[in-house]
């Protein structure tokens, strides 16, 4: 089954800096894979989604973009963070054939001051 | 679109007690149902899904096209069970595009 490794699991960043969030998968390969970000009050937004290298497609417009270099590796950049970008941000990866779960990351708290 | 109604942020129940967790959604195609489940310190999880029409950890839901529902339900609630509980819908196009509800929080009173 799928393994998937997000980090950094924990960040405080100041407003106006960078942002990298990391994805791999393993045990699987051709993946899709999600970002997510979870709100109280919100349940979870779907931010992106890729079913493949370089493909992107973005549920919502904001301050945050992705990329997908290779097969399992999936990442959440911002150019310069806002005090909004603040929040728990899950990646998740899944088949595209019907019928198959989605599985998630443990999840990377994001504090901008 | 595709949406997902959790109209209950909270649930309360006493243990030994039936609970019901509400999920709606509105789709034009036909839709697969989840329900995925967070307990404390815990990644998420799928817990169940209607096509398998299983029942894990004594909990069952029920696809209603009809009313377009998909209720969770166990009928004693055990306080293990306390936990975030989210509602998930994937359309005909496979899981590109999971969409999930706001979620459910189930505390289970001793």
């Known amino acids: 089954s799928q393994t998937i490794h997000q980090w950094p699991a924990t960040l405080v960043q100041p407003v106006g800096s960078p942002l990298s969030l990391e994805c791999t998968v393993e045990?699987?390969?051709?993946?899709?894979l999600y970002w997510y970000r979870q709100a109280a009050g919100r349940g979870l937004q779907l931010l992106f989604y890729?079913?493949?290298?370089?493909?992107i497609s973005s549920e919502v417009p904001q301050n945050l973009s992705a990329s997908r270099p290779q097969d399992r590796q999936f990442i959440l950049s911002s150019k310069k963070l806002l005090l909004s970008d603040s929040g728990f941000y899950l990646c998740?990866?899944?088949?595209?054939?019907?019928?198959?779960?989605?599985?998630f990351g443990e999840g990377s708290w994001l504090t901008v001051v | 679109a595709q949406r997902v109604t959790q109209p209950e942020k909270l649930l309360s129940v006493f243990k030994g007690a039936p609970v019901e967790l509400k999920c709606n959604y509105s789709?034009?195609?036909?839709?697969?149902l989840f329900w995925y489940v967070q307990y404390s310190r815990q990644r998420l999880q799928l817990l169940l899904r209607?096509?398998s029409r299983e029942s894990i950890k004594g909990f069952t839901a029920d696809l209603n096209k009809g009313e377009t529902s998909f209720h969770l339900k166990k009928p004693f609630a055990q306080e293990e069970d306390s936990a975030m509980y989210y509602c998930?819908?994937?359309?005909?196009?496979?899981?590109?595009?999971?969409?999930f509800g706001a979620g459910t929080r189930l505390t289970v009173k001793p």
């Open positions: 998740a990866c899944g088949r595209g054939s019907s019928g198959n779960t989605i599985y």
């Open positions: 045990g699987t390969s051709n993946p899709n």
């Open positions: 890729s079913v493949g290298i370089g493909q």
């Open positions: 789709y034009s195609g036909s839709p697969e």
């Open positions: 209607h096509i």
């Open positions: 998930a819908l994937s359309g005909d196009g496979g899981n590109n595009d999971m969409r």
